[in-house]
């Protein structure tokens, strides 16, 4: 569905526009996702991480001629043939197109709010209804101010339904989500700690998610949580409720019995006394709690009970991650589990080509595209040129239906009727120098491609959460001035996370800097694609044309190396090239001090290759409350020698001296940048409570590889330092002390977790391997077991080691495959 450019003005009730007049279908909030400029308007968001209009004149460029903005950046103030509506907000402008596009619709809409499982309830509605409805829903989670509006914009005349998330994270967020979906159907999932910080009780979190049920014509919720029920009727909703109660038998829907099987849940109900069951393939207590909603919107749709209960028996798993591995001969792996359909495909590619570089090209391996509704030369055609207008270099597409289409691709696209098929002509050697999209509906098990282009097929993987790791960026953030950098600390690559990935998600979150240890790990990132200014602590270099050549810049803690960089900087015609001078204020490890700040001044002042850029120093004891005393002597003398220094120069020098622990305690002394090091990975140092919003960023897992049913009296591992005392079961983990497993977690010093249960080592820890007590636990060969992570946090296992979190994430193995993902 397309607007003129003049509805759009009245709507956000601005002049006509005056400028270019193309139609516009596409609403762009993400200049990186631009694909049809010429119908595309351009939202200028501000954020605290970015600002939209820095990248106007870029999509002009590009042929974008439609734009949303505060203002007219200078660069935009020449042109000529553009519209550019100048609003007081730009969100709202933005809420206020979506609102009058749902306005235009009478399709029914399911809203979905909660803390946990609006995902996964939205997508198992899709595919419990897409056979009857043309369905548009979120894609992923786009339930946020910003993402309700993109996602309602997709509605069109053929809509028969629509499934929107709706997430909020403080009060007075959903007034302006409700106005927009206006649902039919509303649904509250779960409502936990999640996103809780901004609400004062958990009563206010779930009154505030109410009030998207205002207006329905039939709720859905747990009747069990007392809450939930009295925010719904305090809400004063004159709707149909279908609370459903597993104690309640005078509730609409009764669950009446759950019965876990290993693979499948029966769930016997009571529907307004009529009974039913379905049995769906999952048993965690989640899974069933989702299901419920979904049955409860099946039965207050009037589907039949037959076909309900054929459908919920095959739901498939959401998959809400995309992940990046390293694959081989150089190629990088992009594996989206989500789902297959034309909703989820054009974020998926954007996520791929935001890791696009100039030494790799693109390729695509696809699917069917399922549940749609449209005829299928219509929808391979809108496919095919979605991958073209992504720059997507080479297509595989798999499946009866795409290979029928094939006519829509380029010549040199290839097809193949089945994964099988697919496997049985290709091989890893196939694929050289590429960034690889894998995308997939569940039953093509395009997880055996992904196996096939993996780098290491080791079983045991580091899982890095990229999402956890922006929560911490803007956690520490929001404790800062909107005036202070944030040095963000990715040596010793990136805490043993990998450090490539996690430079590029902090490039986008507005970093200031990023602090490498040593040369190798800045020219690294130059090469993958990382353009923000890098600050080396640990320059000893022999190659300082390396240095000059990627603008990486160093950081100065002794004459000798200021002299290099002096006479090497001339050497090369550098004129003001940025330094970083390290000050030794009390932890007497680098850096000048005292003494040292005549002379220092007399080098930097009767040169010119180099320039001070900031000064910085390192405190010693920012995490030891018994210390405040020494760390505010360092504070002191810090802020004594950098006025010293800037007195002696005629530009602004910058000052950075706290790291996590001293942005928490000492927030007073933040000056123009911070650096955060192990908080920025969800590693509270402090224990106080003031940490626990973090998230860990990494998390270890491996699998059982065996599992042995021994006798009491059994001797387990090298030494028989292993023995137990009654008959018990035995695990194998393939993860050992090659693998970063300290040898003194063995014999009990580690309690693993495997499907809930907390499991202990016994015997010693091998090279390769490590043995686990798993009589208590429900569990096979196959099954997931988490070393570290949510579970198990990091701090127990270097408490038992006498460490600290720094040492047990660095010490993890580089054969260890490092895989990370977006939630």
């Given amino acids: 569905m397309t607007y003129t450019v003049e509805e759009i003005a009245a709507i956000i009730k601005v002049q006509a526009a005056t400028g270019a007049k193309q139609e516009i279908s596409v609403l762009l909030t993400d200049s990186r996702s631009l694909t049809f400029p010429e119908r595309t308007m351009f939202f200028a968001l501000e954020t605290r991480n970015n600002d939209g209009h820095r990248y106007m004149r870029d999509l002009y460029d590009r042929g974008v001629r439609n734009f949303v903005a505060r203002y007219v950046p200078d660069d935009m103030k020449d042109v000529t043939d553009a519209n550019i509506f100048v609003v007081g907000d730009v969100v709202k402008s933005l809420q206020a197109i979506s609102r009058n596009h749902r306005s235009r619709f009478s399709a029914p809409v399911i809203g979905i709010t909660g803390s946990k499982g609006k995902t996964t309830v939205k997508e198992w509605l899709y595919q419990l209804l897409a056979d009857d409805f043309n369905i548009v829903r979120s894609p992923r989670s786009y339930n946020s101010q910003i993402g309700v509006p993109l996602s309602i914009w997709e509605m069109n005349e053929e809509t028969s339904l629509g499934i929107f998330e709706a997430g909020i994270s403080q009060p007075d967020e959903m007034p302006a989500l409700q106005s927009i979906i206006k649902p039919n159907i509303g649904i509250i999932t779960n409502i936990g700690s999640e996103h809780a910080d901004g609400f004062s009780s958990y009563r206010e979190k779930c009154d505030e998610k109410a009030i998207l049920l205002r207006d329905c014509d039939c709720v859905i919720y747990c009747g069990d949580d007392p809450l939930i029920s009295e925010a719904v009727a305090d809400a004063c909703i004159p709707a149909k409720e279908i609370a459903w109660s597993t104690v309640d038998s005078d509730r609409p829907l009764f669950i009446s019995t759950i019965t876990r099987h290993r693979e499948n849940t029966r769930i016997d109900y009571s529907y307004l006394r009529q009974d039913g069951s379905v049995t769906i393939p999952f048993t965690s207590e989640a899974d069933i709690q989702n299901a419920i909603h979904c049955l409860a919107v099946m039965l207050y749709l009037n589907r039949p009970a037959d076909i309900t209960a054929a459908r919920m028996e095959t739901l498939s798993p959401v998959g809400t991650r995309i992940q990046v591995m390293e694959g081989v001969n150089n190629c990088l792996v992009v594996y989206d589990a989500y789902t297959s359909d034309l909703n989820s495909l054009a974020p998926a590619l954007d996520f791929m080509t935001r890791r696009r570089t100039r030494s790799r090209g693109t390729t695509v391996i696809i699917s069917d595209v399922m549940h749609e509704n449209l005829e299928p030369s219509r929808l391979y055609k809108e496919v095919a040129e979605l991958l073209q207008s992504k720059g997507v270099e080479r297509v595989?597409?798999?499946?009866?239906?795409?290979?029928?289409?094939?006519?829509?691709?380029?010549?040199?696209?290839?097809?193949?009727?089945?994964?099988?098929?697919?496997?049985?002509?290709?091989?890893?050697?196939?694929?050289?120098?590429?960034?690889?999209?894998?995308?997939?509906?569940?039953?093509?098990?395009?997880?055996?491609?992904?196996?096939?282009?993996?780098?290491?097929?080791?079983?045991?993987?580091?899982?890095?959460?990229?999402?956890?790791?922006?929560?911490?960026?803007?956690?520490?953030?929001?404790?800062?001035?909107?005036?202070?950098?944030?040095?963000?600390?990715?040596?010793?690559?990136?805490?043993?996370?990998?450090?490539?990935?996690?430079?590029?998600?902090?490039?986008?979150?507005?970093?200031?800097?990023?602090?490498?240890?040593?040369?190798?790990?800045?020219?690294?990132?130059?090469?993958?694609?990382?353009?923000?200014?890098?600050?080396?602590?640990?320059?000893?270099?022999?190659?300082?044309?390396?240095?000059?050549?990627?603008?990486?810049?160093?950081?100065?803690?002794?004459?000798?190396?200021?002299?290099?960089i002096i006479a090497e900087g001339e050497k090369y015609g550098m004129v003001d090239y940025p330094v970083h001078i390290k000050l030794d204020t009390g932890m007497h490890r680098l850096g000048f001090t005292d003494k040292d700040i005549p002379e220092l001044l007399s080098l930097l002042k009767h040169q010119k290759a180099v320039k001070p850029l900031s000064l910085f120093s390192h405190l010693a004891t920012a995490d030891c409350p018994d210390?405040?005393?020494?760390?505010?002597?360092?504070?002191?003398?810090?802020?004594?020698?950098?006025?010293?220094?800037?007195?002696?120069?005629?530009?602004?020098?910058?000052?950075?001296?706290?790291?996590?622990?001293?942005?928490?305690?000492?927030?007073?002394?933040?000056?123009?940048?911070?650096?955060?090091?192990?908080?920025?990975?969800?590693?509270?140092?402090?224990?106080?409570?003031?940490?626990?919003?973090?998230?860990?960023?990494?998390?270890?897992?491996?699998?059982?590889?065996?599992?042995?049913?021994?006798?009491?009296?059994?001797?387990?591992?090298?030494?028989?330092?292993g023995s137990v005392d009654r008959p018990s079961r035995i695990a194998t983990l393939p993860v050992g002390y090659a693998d970063g497993i300290d040898r003194h977690l063995g014999n009990g010093g580690m309690k693993v977790w495997i499907n809930g249960h907390r499991c202990p080592t016994i015997g010693n820890i091998c090279m390769d391997a490590c043995m686990i007590d798993v009589t208590d636990a429900d569990c096979e060969v196959g099954d997931r077991v988490e070393i570290f992570g949510e579970n198990v946090p990091v701090s127990e296992l270097s408490d038992v080691l006498d460490t600290i979190p720094y040492e047990i994430l660095t010490s993890v193995s580089t054969r260890v495959k490092r895989v990370y993902f977006r939630e």
Wanted: net charge negative.
């Fill in 396 to 564: 595989i597409g798999i499946g009866e239906e795409i290979s029928r289409n094939s006519r829509y691709f380029p010549a040199d696209s290839r097809f193949f009727p089945s994964t099988s098929a697919f496997l049985s002509e290709m091989s890893a050697g196939d694929f050289e120098r590429e960034l690889i999209l894998i995308k997939g509906a569940a039953q093509f098990h395009f997880e055996l491609i992904a196996e096939l282009l993996e780098a290491r097929q080791h079983e045991t993987v580091l899982e890095v959460n990229l999402d956890a790791m922006v929560h911490n960026f803007n956690t520490f953030r929001a404790m800062l001035r909107p005036t202070t950098g944030l040095v963000a600390m990715v040596k010793a690559s990136g805490y043993g996370a990998g450090s490539y990935e996690l430079a590029k998600t902090l490039q986008s979150q507005g970093a200031a800097y990023l602090a490498v240890a040593v040369l190798d790990e800045g020219v690294g990132l130059r090469q993958a694609g990382i353009t923000m200014p890098i600050m080396v602590l640990n320059p000893r270099v022999v190659n300082y044309k390396t240095l000059f050549a990627y603008n990486l810049e160093p950081e100065i803690y002794s004459f000798e190396i200021l002299r290099e």
């Fill in 627 to 721: 210390l405040n005393e020494y760390t505010l002597q360092q504070l002191n003398t810090f802020d004594s020698w950098c006025t010293t220094i800037e007195k002696e120069f005629n530009h602004r020098i910058m000052r950075h001296i706290l790291n996590s622990a001293g942005i928490i305690r000492f927030p007073e002394w933040q000056y123009d940048m911070v650096r955060l090091g192990i908080g920025l990975y969800g590693i509270p140092v402090l224990n106080d409570g003031s940490e626990d919003s973090l998230r860990p960023v990494s998390s270890l897992h491996t699998v059982i590889i065996s599992i042995k049913e021994l006798p009491a009296g059994s001797k387990v591992g090298y030494g028989c330092k």
